[in-house]
């Protein structure tokens, strides 16, 4: 069996196409052994003065290079081995750039990391026009830099300011993109890819060596030269750019994520002193950043996503999800239009969006347009598909509409009685088979499907607001919930681009339940005089995007307050509220949504930041002490929702270790780069986490009793992800 990924096949007009198919795997990566396949197949091509045009394309049918074998660099123990592996890669990206003949990378499917470093080594990319092709450098997710030369190639395709937005976000671009800033030189077909790289070669070939004079001193002139110029060749505005570029990134990092800071300093090296020292020091620097703690543990949050992408939320492999075509909303509200949103843009099924009167309906259609607008400025998509997706869009105010839907989700208010009385509305409208899918935060599933005359058709999928843009989606499965049912909303869930975990019905499910304790810390803390920005200091400075009291506001004190009443009335002692929130409810603070909460939203001014409403205090009957230790607020709250993850886990609220890490970090911002709650106690230790809890205990009472699993991983000296 021929075990070989790369193929050289040669054509009769002088034009011969590399051709990359890994026989084992479904996609093509880059692997250690592709090193010497590379070498090999090189000295052929170097020798070979019969080709003229070189195409280097993927025998996969929808990828071209999906990046570095992330397994691979998880092997990888220490530095200099991480080093030598990027220097190869550098090696072999210099040969490629210095052979004779025109070389074009045809691109189809995602072309990501290392992929797309070897496609800029060729002196031309062509890409496909299809949704698949995508272009990126996304290491930095996975606590990387791209180690194989495109910190110092990227700057020089497409221009300083955009190599740093992409090398410092990760982001994918698609193929339109590519092309209009000078990643890929032309945009086809896909059915014409190779030809069509091939005629650009020869078009490349047949081009002099040297530009016209005239054409050099047009092209110096130019807005993007003169731009790229200021920021690269002068050092005053390059030290600037890469100045302010710093400064943003510490913004948002607040330095938990080393990568950034080394991508910056790579690219700079490379600007200053040349492309040669610029690929040692970013040799360097992935070596230094393969084996840090943040990227072993950002890569494998990655490694249980994929696995649960493949996920089908029930155990039996017999049962398979029904088909959707059409979703019912009820709610056109911010979140049902996300929902409607979500379901149309993305999952591609139709949508019939109901409020109870006609302004409410028309704002939410106009929501759900304003989404797609946004898309249309940003050229993701066209007019034409705009109008594509919202010809499926409908909206009433009665139920007209609603007899063919597969699945009806209620977003409506978080009231039982209200959401029972939905329930029965739509089964006296709908068939026996039609899925009622409760988006309820907190409210018990199995509760909300007494009032069914089909328990086994209800179920919770509880989205995180704002739909459109949070990853996560908790499909909430009743005692009575049918696994085709179950199946069918994850299945759902994931064509409208979610991240799915299954959790078992409880108060508070699994999200909100491990968040509750994490809230309600923060308010015991501020009612022991820690000041409100110094506590959201504390848990943005551990790695939180953003801090407990901001996000109260935000949710709303009151629907944190009902959460947090819902949960101690379940779990008595170990969830007691804090005192004094009512207090804040009696004033009429409510939050961000009346502007008036524990920030000031008046004369709030986004330059300047938010500010605390020092009323709050002496509304409390606190005074704020500016000594309080950061150290202790962190650990406080941390370890309340860490410690709750550990008893839902212990209650079967959720099945594994995975989902709990999964749900924690899409849904709840628990820092990435630690791994989620149960990465977080591996590497704590379990012994460490419970020593802390009991000195809590005995400090602050039982809510911070550990939960016994806990005490059994610690006394067994056990991992949560013992392999």
């Known amino acids: 069996m021929n075990n070989s990924i790369l193929s050289l096949e040669h054509r009769d007009d002088g034009a011969a196409i590399l051709w990359m198919n890994d026989p084992r795997e479904s996609v093509n990566t880059l692997k250690r052994a592709l090193i010497d396949e590379f070498e090999e197949i090189l000295e ?11 195409v280097f394309a993927s025998g996969k049918p929808d990828s071209f290079v999906a990046g570095a074998d992330l397994n691979m660099l998880l092997d990888i123990g220490e530095a200099r081995e991480a080093i030598l592996l990027s220097e190869a890669s550098q090696r072999i990206q210099r040969r490629i750039a210095a052979l004779k003949p025109a070389t074009i990378a045809a691109i189809h499917g995602s072309c990501l990391g290392g992929g797309l470093e070897v496609a800029m080594a060729f002196d031309g990319r062509i890409v496909t026009d299809h949704d698949t092709t995508r272009l990126g450098l996304p290491e930095v997710q996975l606590g990387l830099l791209p180690g194989g030369g495109g910190t110092q190639r990227l700057p020089s395709l497409i221009g300083v300011e955009r190599a740093l937005d992409l090398i410092l976000t990760g982001r994918q671009v698609n193929a339109k993109y590519a092309k209009r800033v000078g990643l890929a030189d032309d945009c086809v077909h896909k059915d014409i890819l190779i030809d069509a790289a091939v005629e650009w070669g020869r078009k490349i070939a047949r081009k002099p060596r040297r530009q016209p004079v005239w054409k050099c001193i047009g092209s110096c002139l130019s807005i993007a030269f003169l731009r790229n110029w200021a920021l690269s060749g002068n050092p005053i505005g390059r030290n600037f750019a890469f100045d302010q570029a710093r400064k943003r990134t510490l ?23 040349g492309e040669r020292k610029g690929e040692a020091a970013e040799a360097a620097a992935f070596g230094e950043l393969v084996v840090t703690p943040e990227a072993r543990q950002l890569i494998g949050l990655f490694f249980a996503n994929n696995k649960l992408k493949k996920d089908t939320g029930v155990g039996d492999a017999d049962v398979k999800p029904e088909t959707v075509t059409k979703v019912g909303v009820l709610g056109a509200g911010l979140m049902g239009a996300g929902i409607a949103y979500v379901s149309l843009a993305k999952a591609g099924v139709a949508v019939r969006l109901k409020d109870i ?19 249309v400025a940003r050229r993701s998509i066209t007019p034409l598909e705009r109008a594509r997706i919202l010809a499926g869009l409908t909206g009433t105010v009665e139920y007209s509409g609603f007899g063919n839907c597969q699945v009806v989700v209620e977003a409506v208010f978080e009231d039982m009685k209200l959401k029972q009385k939905m329930v029965e509305e739509v089964e006296a409208r709908t068939g026996d088979r039609t899925i009622f899918a409760s988006n309820t935060s907190a409210l018990p599933v199995s509760e909300i499907a007494n009032a069914s005359r089909h328990p086994e058709t209800i179920v919770g999928m509880h989205y995180f607001s704002p739909v459109e843009k949070m990853p996560l989606l908790e499909v909430v499965v009743a005692e009575k919930t049918a696994s085709w049912v179950t199946a069918t909303c994850v299945e759902l869930g994931k064509k409208q681009g979610k991240t799915v975990i299954v959790v078992r019905d409880g108060p508070g499910f699994y999200t909100s339940r491990i968040l509750g304790p994490y809230i309600s810390e923060a308010a015991y803390l501020l009612g022991e005089g820690a000041p409100i920005d110094r506590i959201d200091k504390a848990l943005l400075d ?30 008595g002692e170990r969830m007691t509220p804090a005192p004094g929130m009512d207090k804040l409810i009696d004033d009429k603070r409510l939050g961000k949504k009346n502007r008036r909460g524990l920030y000031l939203y008046k004369e709030y001014k986004k330059r300047n930041g938010k500010k605390v409403d020092d009323s709050v205090y002496s509304l409390l009957g606190v005074a704020p002490n500016r000594h309080f230790a950061l150290k202790d607020i962190t650990e406080r709250c941390v370890l309340q929702m860490v410690n709750e993850a550990v008893y839902c886990l212990e209650e079967g609220i959720i099945e594994s270790p995975r989902d709990g890490d999964i749900g924690a970090v899409f849904g709840l911002g628990f820092p990435p780069f630690r791994g989620g709650p149960f990465r977080y106690v591996d590497s704590m230790g379990a012994g460490e986490i419970v020593e802390r809890l009991r000195y809590l205990a005995g400090e602050f009472g039982g809510r911070f009793e550990p ?10 000296n056990r991992s949560f992800y013992d392999e």
């Open 542 to 571: 551990f790695g939180y995007p953003v801090g407990p009291m901001a996000l109260l506001d935000e949710v709303g004190i009151d629907v944190g307050q009902k959460v947090a009443r819902t949960l101690s009335k379940a779990f």
């Open 707 to 716: 939960a016994r699993l806990l005490v059994e991983q610690a006394g067994s």
């Open 44 to 54: 052929t091509i170097e020798s070979d003065r019969e080709i003229k045009v070189l």
């Open 357 to 375: 009167n006609d302004d409410n309906v028309s704002r939410g259609l106009k929501h759900v347009r304003g989404y797609l607008d946004k898309r």
């Open 251 to 273: 913004e948002k990092t607040r330095g938990n994520y080393p990568a950034p800071e080394k991508i910056l300093e790579v690219m700079k090296t490379g600007l200053e002193s």
